[in-house]
């Protein structure tokens, strides 16, 4: 006859609970903090709370266990039986009672605090679990204080959440995707390891789904009060911080409302940068959006990115880090090599501006990061351009770890050619290629750094967003050179994915090689390398490039000059202008949405109708109207409708075509919003 204990062990009771030890991980210091408790050295009342899924009931069945293990009586109640299921603790000074689902009576907390919990026993414990933190009464109140643990439950740690897949034996090749996918969240992982189990792998990436999302979004999110507070939640869940700000420009309407809203939430936590949901939630939230309306889901991102942009543009320079990582963020998606994913660890590392005394400090990690030759270089342009430099500091212990220099420079003599090899190979690239237009200028960007944060690490993410920044802040900009230290292979395919690209020559500096990273920002203007960026994977609107994304033509003044003169003889010739290189400048590309030989002919006509504007070009208007806008068939012609010496025409003619031209240059080194150019 089998013994009771053999009965147990054949009952699905037993078999259910023994699958739940198994699957248990993790959670060392809750368990720590319960067994001080449990033994009477730790606190009379253990608040545990943390959002739905994260693991708040396995870990009362464990404390159920450990207490049954150690002869206490336990009773384990959900929250809305309480009232009816909590004596035992009344009446037991050995009793420990496990609420879970507190969230479900919360507005029952006050009497809790007030009137239930002052009657427990000394010695008894009481332990409750719900979604949301204690209120703040609990820590306003000093008799509290040494009787109350508050314990928010957080993501499992990477060896337990690797512990629970071995557990569940998920296949080697899902692991990485799961993880990626589910972080830390119990939930999410068991519930996704159970579709990697039953896929077998199915010999292709691991990927969530439909009914996995669905699945989580109901136990994670659950139903919410409407639809703008769901629209509110998305933008949460796609931004890399949300503030109200960011939620006013794409929500407009109780932007407010919807802020406070989102931040009591128990799967939102605030940062320094503003609110941002646990990886799990985002991550359901926008695989459920962009599958259910993908249209909404591009509209949103359009609208944000537009917004971080200009975000970019116009923040104060100690804000420019951080708004470059938002906008990045929007991109962590559309196929980019690894590397940014957006940290929560905000200030881990502050920027400052070099002062004079930071120089010391500058060789010194220059010589021990990057030799005594890359040193020198740095104490030469710190002498030249101080204000080009960042000095970046551990906020915790204030230790200077990195430099970096942005050098703007417009023109180079002897002394700075031969002190900086990096600098020449760039300036000698810039006259090779395309030289500088006049009030241009090219940026070289120039990182040090000590030996541990080379590489992929935090500090050099903050360096990045800040030439990222550079680069679209400049004004009059021809060139940026990037150079980055070997073998920092993920910073350069990064750049290389966002269409920058190196230069063939490795310079070299000591013992060490760089990669040289150039992009042509007249070719490419700042607009559409963002518009390069802004694409969606399988989401965005069909179609080919926008003329925003077309690659410019960057033209000498003579070259640019010469497409003016002959644009002028074919003006009345469409298919001519077509094949003009004057389409592919700045000056029609900014003319958005129009084709780009009719705005050719109008943007001609309108440079010869301003001339009159100018008293002293009415001459030089009617010599260029009648020839080119009244279609006479030759010059003679022309100067007898004009009633002048055939000498006089032509004298006016071509002072007037030189006008234009000066004016058109202008305007594309300029931007077209430029005051018209006036000669003196």
């Not at 020559?505 to 990273?517: C, F, K, N």
Request: include cysteine; proline fraction near 6%; hydrophobic fraction near 45%.
């Amino acid at each position: 006859m089998s013994s009771e204990n053999d009965n147990r062990s054949g009952s699905l009771g037993w078999r259910l609970q023994a699958a739940r030890e198994t699957a248990f991980v993790g959670r060392e210091e809750e368990l720590a903090v319960f067994k001080a408790a449990l033994y009477g050295g730790g606190c009379s009342v253990l608040y545990v709370h943390g959002p739905g899924g994260i693991g708040k009931s396995a870990l009362l069945r464990r404390f159920a266990h450990e207490a049954a293990v150690a002869g206490r009586p336990v009773s384990m109640v959900d929250g809305r039986m309480l009232g009816t299921e909590a004596g035992l603790v009344l009446r037991d000074a050995d009793a420990v009672l496990l609420v879970d689902n507190f969230e479900r009576i919360q507005p029952l907390e006050g009497w809790l605090r007030e009137r239930f919990l002052p009657r427990v026993p000394v010695g008894a414990l009481v332990v409750i679990a719900g979604r949301n933190p204690p209120d703040m009464r609990w820590q306003a109140d000093p008799g509290w204080a040494g009787a109350l643990e508050v314990l928010p439950l957080r993501p499992l740690r990477a060896g337990a959440a690797q512990a629970l897949m071995d557990s569940s034996g998920v296949p080697a090749e899902s692991r990485e995707p799961l993880l990626a996918f589910a972080g830390g969240h119990p939930l999410a992982l068991l519930v996704g390891a159970a579709v990697a189990v039953k896929d077998g792998g199915a010999g292709r990436r691991w990927t969530p789904h439909q009914d996995v999302v669905a699945a989580l979004l109901d136990q994670l999110v659950g139903e919410l009060p409407s639809a703008a507070h769901r629209r509110a939640l998305e933008i949460c869940a796609h931004a890399y911080r949300t503030t109200e700000e960011l939620l006013r420009a794409i929500l407009p309407e109780d932007a407010g409302r919807l802020f406070r809203w989102l931040r009591r939430l128990p799967f939102v936590e605030s940062g320094g940068a503003g609110l941002f949901p646990h990886d799990v939630v985002r991550e359901v939230l926008e695989a459920d959006l962009r599958w259910r309306d993908p249209e909404r889901y591009a509209v949103m991102h359009d609208r944000m990115h537009a917004h971080l942009a200009e975000r970019v543009r116009t923040a104060g320079d100690a804000d420019v880090p951080g708004a470059v990582a938002a906008l990045l963020y929007l991109h962590r998606d559309n196929g980019a090599p690894a590397g940014f994913h957006g940290r929560h660890d905000e200030g881990e590392f502050q920027e400052e501006a070099l002062r004079e005394e930071d120089v010391g400090t500058l060789l010194r990690v220059a010589t021990a990061g990057e030799g005594a030759a890359s040193a020198a270089c740095a104490a030469f342009w710190a002498e030249r351009q101080p204000q080009a430099f960042r000095l970046y500091r551990r906020t915790e212990t204030g230790e200077p770890v990195a430099f970096s220099a942005w050098l703007r420079l417009a023109e180079l003599d002897e002394e700075e050619l031969s002190a900086d090899p990096i600098v020449a190979l760039a300036w000698a690239h810039a006259r090779a290629t395309t030289p500088l237009r006049a009030g241009e200028h090219l940026a070289v960007s120039r990182i040090w750094a000590l030996p541990p944060y080379r590489g992929n690490s935090p500090v050099m993410e903050v360096i990045q967003r800040r030439v990222i920044g550079n680069c679209l802040r400049a004004e009059r900009m021809a060139w940026s050179y990037i150079e980055i230290r070997h073998p920092n292979q993920a910073w350069v395919e990064r750049l290389r994915h966002w269409g920058m690209r190196d230069i063939s020559e490795r310079p070299r500096q000591g013992d060490d090689a760089y990669t040289l990273l150039v992009h042509d920002w007249r070719a490419v203007p700042a607009q559409a390398w963002l518009e390069r960026t802004n694409r969606l994977l399988a989401v965005g609107p069909a179609g080919g490039p926008s003329a925003a994304t077309v690659r410019l033509a960057v033209l000498s003044q003579a070259e640019f000059a010469e497409a003016v003169r002959k644009a002028l003889r074919q003006l009345s010739r469409p298919d001519a202008l077509a094949a003009s290189p004057l389409t592919r400048t700045r000056l029609i590309a900014e003319r958005a949405g129009q084709d780009p030989a009719t705005a050719l002919g109008d943007l001609l006509r309108q440079a010869i109708e301003d001339l009159r504007e100018d008293p002293r070009a009415v001459k030089f208007h009617r010599a260029l109207s009648v020839t080119f806008l009244r279609g006479t068939p030759t010059q003679e012609l022309a100067a007898e409708r004009l009633g002048l010496p055939f000498t006089t025409y032509r004298r006016h003619l071509t002072a007037g075509i030189e006008r234009v031209c000066a004016d058109l240059w202008h305007r594309e080194l300029y931007g077209t919003d430029a005051p018209a150019y006036r000669s003196t």
